[in-house]
T-cell receptor
Framework: DVKVTQSSRYLVKRTGEKVFLECVQDMDHENMFWYRQDPGLGLRLIYFSYDVKMKEKGDIPEGYSVSREKKERFSLILESASTNQTSMYLC??????????????FGDGTRLSIL | EDKVVQSPLSLVVHEGDTVTLNCSYEVTNFRSLLWYKQEKKAPTFLFMLTSSGIEKKSGRLSSILDKKELFSILNITATQTGDSAIYLCAAVDAGNNRKLIWGLGTSLAVNP
């Protein structure tokens, strides 16, 4: 079974702090994704990565950056946290795009509160 | 603009009822449709549908795609309290299949 592990289930940080959310997958997947999920807005893609050191902006990248130094790990960085970044953050991974489409598999999420 | 619309947004049923969840899509370069179940935490993958008219089944859950009318349904028969969850559908864009187009989800509550 695919295992996507997010480092924290709950996190509380203060406005202006630099926040790191970590995600590790154990299935040698090429693609990794960061979403945020808010009531009434659904899942929105922040950034994704299709290879080590490669990244692409999703639909709402402002205020975020990412890092993928190793294939299994994808980090989301909030450069200067703000209260409107309080949300549930979900990491996902999927196998290569070559061949049949492979669905994304999700971690358990990090519920981040910015005070 | 591509979009996916799910209905109803929420639903409350009694154990043993049968439910049908709807997902309609407008995606220029449609490839496939995915269904996920989300309880308290991670969305878990249920089905992927690519061809019209072919039913996918897993236990009491089944799903089918209609590419002419641009929708999919997810059926749950003999519902149980453990079926309470948010059900999400997402469309895969053949032009950029790394970016899914997500619906807002249907929140299902099954009461004993």
């Amino acid at each position: 079974d695919v295992k996507v592990t997010q480092s924290s289930r709950y996190l509380v940080k203060r406005t202006g702090e630099k926040v790191f959310l970590e995600c590790v997958q154990d299935m040698d997947h090429e693609n990794m994704f960061w979403y945020r999920q808010d009531p009434g807005l659904g899942l929105r893609l922040i950034y994704f990565s299709y290879d080590v050191k490669m990244k692409e902006k999703g639909d709402i990248p402002e205020g975020y950056s990412v890092s993928r130094e190793k294939k299994e790990r994808f980090s989301l960085i909030l450069e200067s946290a703000s209260t409107n970044q309080t949300s549930m953050y979900l990491c996902a991974s999927s196998a290569s795009d070559r061949g049949p489409y492979q669905p994304q598999h999700f971690g358990d999420g990090t519920r981040l509160s910015i005070l | 603009e591509d979009k996916v619309v799910q209905s109803p947004l929420s639903l409350v049923v009694h154990e043993g009822d049968t439910v049908t969840l709807n997902c309609s899509y407008e995606v220029t370069n449609f490839r496939s449709l995915l269904w996920y179940k989300q309880e308290k935490k991670a969305p878990t993958f249920l089905f992927m549908l690519t061809s019209s008219g072919i039913e996918k089944k897993s236990g009491r859950l089944s799903s089918i795609l209609d590419k002419k009318e641009l929708f999919s349904i997810l059926n749950i028969t003999a519902t149980q309290t453990g079926d309470s969850a948010i059900y999400l559908c997402a469309a895969v864009d053949a032009g950029n299949n790394r970016k899914l187009i997500w619906g807002l989800g249907t929140s299902l509550a099954v009461n004993p």
